[in-house]
Structure formats: structure tokens, C-alpha cells
């Protein structure tokens, strides 16, 4: 990585950390769903910095930004957008809806019916969409941050497992410490703080970090012992869906971007097993014979570590 590139990360990582407060991890695992060219699902209870912490990531790229806040009465059009007959043309004209820029903020994703949410499929898969059998390419870099307030919450919809497995990785913000949550209170400003960031990077700079990450070194040994722990999901007695080779292949996207944005040019051990739960829990269906009163997401967190504690590390 060169001294450029590395003062550009530092600089965005203190950018957004001056807004979120106490969460680096949060941050850095953003950073690297972005240079792995997937999309970042937040789930937390409401009022901890989901909105805030896209906001503040979208604002510090000099590029395209729509924020859509999903709503239960909200259509597929009113995301992708519509064909609108021109009378003096006598043709039918696209209107790109607001999924048509670098950095989507989907806000509180699963307040809106499956249908709607179906939407996203094509777009976060593919990087374009379909309508009336013509397709219209996204711009690029593309990425999805959506929120949502955990299903357990009223008036949500659960989010479908083949949408699930379209983002790269889903993260939970937590609760702020002590000392950060006073240095909140005392310096409140949420999202108007996160609005006024001044980019410090651009789409170009952003594209061509993707082009790098996706040459750093993984040894074979990592891969074996990443595709070690995706076979035991397979396997597994507790989970009725294991892991996907969709699943597979963003883990190891994530492994090189992780390196990538701690300046390295050659994956970690440490690396595959720091994003293993982030990357791979939202994947899992834990099977009914198994499932408690316990959160679905903390049951299928408990089991991946078990995993990952039985699976002998590559030296």
C-alpha cells in the first residue's frame, strides 16, 4: 500500500470516528465491506448510531448519495424507478429511482414488505437493474448500507434469506461505552454532524483501492481452513443452512480487504477469523429441533464460535 492510500484511510477512519463515537471496530469492518465491493447490513436497537454511522461513511466519498427511508407502504418503483410515457417523444422514458447512486442508505430496510425489499436482489447482486426487459447499469462503486431494528421489534419483516446472503457482512453497533456516550451527550450533533464531513476521498480512489485489495496474497492454508469451517455449517446437527459458496467467496473478499486497510499485502489467520461471524451469521438458518427463546441471531453466533474454537488454526 502506498503512504497515499494509507494516510487516505487513517484520514477517512478519524473523519468518521470524530461523529461515531467508541467504535472502531464498526468502522473499520464499513471500510471494509466498501473496498470488498459488497454491502453492510446494521442491526441494532434503534437509537445507537446505525443511521449516523452510514451517513457519516456515504458523506466522506466524494460521489453519488440517496438515503431511502423504507416505509411498509412502499413500492418496488418507488426504489428502482419507473418508465414514464413522453407524449412528445411517443416513447416511454426510465426515471432512475434513488437506488441509482454510489452509496444507498437503505434506513430501517425491514420496514418495508418482501416485495419491496426483492427489489434490492438484482442491484446488490449484479449492479444493475431490469426494467420492462431493458437493463440499466448502476453507477460504480456501488453499495447498499442498510439499517434495520431487529425482527423481534414491531412492524418489521423479516429479511429473506436469498436477500441475507446479498450482503457481505451484517455488524451490530452496541451500546457506547461511558466515556463515549458522556463525550455524545456533551457534543451532540448526530446526523447533521455526520451530513457536514468533508469528503476526503473520491470514486475514483474508491474503485481503485477495490482493484488492489483484490490482489493481496491468501495462502492456500487460510483457504482450507475458511472452507474447514464451511463444511461444518454443512454438517452441522444444530443448523438447517449452512454456508453458501456465495458465502465462501465474499469471506475471502473480506480477508483482503481487512488486510488491505491494515496496510498489508498478505492475509492473516487472524484475518478469516475476525470476520467469520460477521460475515457468516446472517447466512445460517438455525434448525427448529435447536431454536429457543434466544435471539436467532445470537444462537447462530454461539454456534459458528463454537466452531471456529474445535478448528485448529493454520501456524
Known amino acids: 500500500m502506498s503512504t497515499t492510500t494509507a494516510n487516505q484511510i487513517a484520514q477517512l477512519q ?6 461515531i463515537k467508541g467504535k472502531d471496530e464498526a468502522i473499520e469492518l464499513a471500510l471494509v465491506a466498501l473496498i470488498a465491493r459488497g454491502h453492510l447490513l446494521i442491526e441494532d436497537v434503534p437509537g445507537v448510531g446505525k443511521t449516523t454511522l452510514a451517513q457519516a461513511l456515504a458523506r466522506s466519498f466524494n460521489c453519488s448519495f440517496q438515503r431511502i427511508q423504507f416505509t411498509s ?6 426504489v428502482i424507478g419507473v418508465s414514464v ?9 426510465f426515471k432512475a429511482g434513488p437506488l441509482f447512486a454510489n452509496i ?10 418482501p416485495k419491496t425489499q426483492s427489489a434490492l436482489l438484482e442491484a446488490m447482486n449484479e449492479s444493475n437493474v431490469t426494467v420492462e426487459n431493458t437493463t440499466h447499469a ?6 447498499v448500507l442498510a439499517t434495520q431494528n431487529p425482527i423481534e ?20 453497533m452496541g451500546y457506547p461505552n461511558r466515556a463515549s456516550e458522556k463525550e455524545i451527550i456533551r457534543n451532540h450533533s448526530g446526523l447533521a454532524a455526520a451530513g457536514a464531513l468533508v469528503p476526503v476521498m473520491s470514486a475514483a480512489d474508491v474503485a481503485a483501492m477495490q482493484a488492489t485489495a483484490e490482489k493481496i496474497r491468501v495462502d492456500e492454508s487460510l483457504l482450507d481452513y475458511a472452507l474447514g469451517i464451511v463444511e461444518r455449517t454443512r454438517q452441522s446437527e ?9 458465502g465462501s467467496v465474499m469471506l475471502h473478499r473480506a480477508a483482503q480487504a481487512l488486510a488491505f486497510v491494515e496496510g498489508r499485502d498478505y492475509c492473516l489467520p487472524d484475518d478469516f477469523k ?3 461471524v460477521p460475515v457468516f451469521a446472517h447466512r445460517l438458518v438455525v434448525s427448529t429441533r435447536y431454536a429457543s427463546t434466544a435471539k436467532k441471531m445470537d444462537q447462530a453466533e454461539t454456534i459458528l464460535n463454537d466452531i471456529l474454537e474445535s478448528t485448529a488454526v493454520p501456524l
Not at 478519524?14 to 461523529?19: C, E, G, L, N, Q
Not at 444507498?104 to 414488505?113: F, M, P
Request: no cysteine; hydrophobic share 35%; net charge neutral.
Open 14 to 19: 478519524r473523519s468518521i470516528a470524530t461523529v
Open 73 to 78: 407502504d412502499m413500492l418496488p418503483s418507488d
Open 85 to 93: 410515457y413522453n407524449q412528445a417523444s411517443q416513447q416511454f422514458e
Open 104 to 113: 444507498v442508505l437503505a434506513d430501517e430496510i425491514n420496514r418495508t414488505t
Open 138 to 143: 448502476l453507477p460504480q462503486p456501488f453499495m
Open 153 to 172: 421489534h414491531h412492524g418489521t419483516y423479516p429479511l429473506p434469506e436469498s436477500q441475507l446472503d446479498r450482503f457481505l457482512m451484517r455488524i451490530r
Open 238 to 246: 444444530h443448523l438447517s443452512l449452512g454456508i453458501s459458496p456465495r
Open 274 to 276: 475476525r470476520l467469520i
